[in-house]
């Protein structure tokens, strides 16, 4: 954890190399991988998002912003499938 807090502490005051692209995770699941993963992911300076805004974060290329934090969504199922009917949503159980 001291590792990850460090580079967080740097990412924070040197930012990425310029040119870099936005650095992006997505989380999945709520078991205990996913919440491991998460606890790490907040030690780093970071801005939690919607799935739906990492295209839009992506395709807008390096910023001032994206270059002192990572991004970070967690995809429901929603996010991950999608019916074969498009426009239909899958019923609930």
Known sequence: KESVANVGSMISSQGFPRGTPPVTFVFTGAGNVSQGALEMFNLLPHKM?????????????????????????????????????????????
């Open 49 to 93: 998002v919607e799935p739906s805004e990492l295209e839009a974060i992506v395709s807008r290329g390096p910023t001032e912003e994206s270059r002192h934090v990572v991004y970070g969504a967690i995809a429901k199922t929603q996010d991950l499938v999608q019916h074969r009917d498009k426009g239909r949503d899958f019923d609930q159980l």
